[in-house]
Each structure stands twice: as structure tokens, then as C-alpha cells.
């Protein structure tokens, strides 16, 4: 004798589950007699809504009319949106767009002045040449060589080098900021 298997049992000790848990719903088991429904005949696609009503034994047919089917005001204001956020991407490309070509033509004069300051830094340099200022200091400001007699040489001079520090004879500071002071005011004021 052959056993058949259920696969619908859960074992409680072991958590394990034999097969499925879900539910067969194509088993007239689950439906009583009464209850069982045969799939309505497919709608006309008309204006006109085919309602199936079932009544004891006979089927009565109602026939209702559709309205006129109106735009939903909340698709309207998405598609709104839509188009405002469309139009505003755009606008910002096309600043995007002015923004890089300005920045383009910077970039180009920026080069163009780079050039420039290199020619102006070379002509600056050779303009300080030693031998062009000494021939304009001789010739055009006549200033000379100079002559033996007029070098002077120190010697001996074995001392230490000094510093003389002179002190302030009884000024005070204090006072000759006010004397400042007064100077001032009195200049602005004349």
C-alpha cells in the first residue's frame, strides 16, 4: 500500500516545512456549490457599460451610460510642472552657454596679455643695459671718470668703529606730541 505525502504540513517542533504553504485556490474544496461564478462575458468597448447582474435563476442585463471623461486637475498641474521645469532647463543651458563663451573670450585675452607683459618684462631688461647708462651719463649729463687726485684712501685705521649716541637735553615727549598736536589743529583750521 502506497502512502501519499502531505505536502501542506508544518512541523511545529522543528520549524520544517513539507512542500508549500500557500494556498490552492483552484480546489472547489475551498468554494461551496452555491458560491461557484462563471467569468462574465468580456465588456463592449463602447460608450455604453455592460453591467451582469445575477438574480435567483435568470440574468437581467442593465445598460448604463458613460459621461464625458474630463482631464484630472492634478494630472494638469503635473503636466504644468513638467513643462515650467523643462523650460527652466533650458534657460539655465542657455546661461550655462553665455557663461562659457565669456569665460572663452577671458581665457583668450588672458593669453593675449600674458604675451604682451612677456614683450614689455623683454624690452623693460634690455632697456637697463650698463653700458647704454654710462655712455647717457657721459654724454648727455657729462659726468667724467674719476681722476686720481680726487680717491681718497683711509688708512690707519685701527680703531674700533664708534657710534655716538646724543642725548635728548631735558625735551620731553610727552610735550612735543602736544606742540605736534597743536600744529596740526592750528593748520587745519588756517
Do not use: H
Amino acid at each position: 500500500m502506497s502512502t501519499t505525502k502531505n505536502f501542506k504540513s508544518y512541523n511545529f517542533v522543528t520549524g520544517a516545512v513539507d512542500g508549500t504553504l500557500a494556498y490552492d485556490f483552484s480546489s472547489p474544496a475551498y468554494y461551496p456549490e452555491e458560491e461557484v461564478y462563471e467569468a462574465p462575458p468580456r465588456k463592449a468597448e463602447s460608450p455604453r457599460e455592460t453591467i451582469w447582474v445575477k438574480e435567483d435563476v435568470r440574468e437581467k442585463v442593465q445598460t448604463v451610460v458613460r459621461g464625458k471623461q474630463g482631464f484630472s486637475p492634478l494630472a494638469v498641474m503635473g503636466v504644468l510642472c513638467v513643462v515650467v521645469l523643462f523650460v527652466m532647463t533650458l534657460l539655465a543651458q542657455i546661461q550655462l552657454v553665455n557663461i562659457s563663451r565669456t569665460a572663452v573670450e577671458l581665457e583668450a585675452q588672458i593669453t593675449e596679455l600674458q604675451a604682451e607683459r612677456d614683450k614689455l618684462t623683454i624690452e623693460y631688461e634690455t632697456i637697463f643695459n650698463l653700458k647704454d647708462v654710462e655712455e647717457y651719463a657721459v654724454g648727455v649729463l657729462g659726468m667724467q671718470e674719476p681722476r686720481d687726485d680726487q680717491i681718497y684712501y683711509l688708512t690707519n685705521v685701527s680703531s674700533a668703529d664708534k657710534a655716538v649716541v646724543l642725548s635728548g637735553s631735558g625735551t620731553n615727549m610727552f610735550s612735543l606730541g602736544l606742540e605736534d598736536l597743536a600744529a596740526s589743529v592750528k593748520a587745519y583750521f588756517s
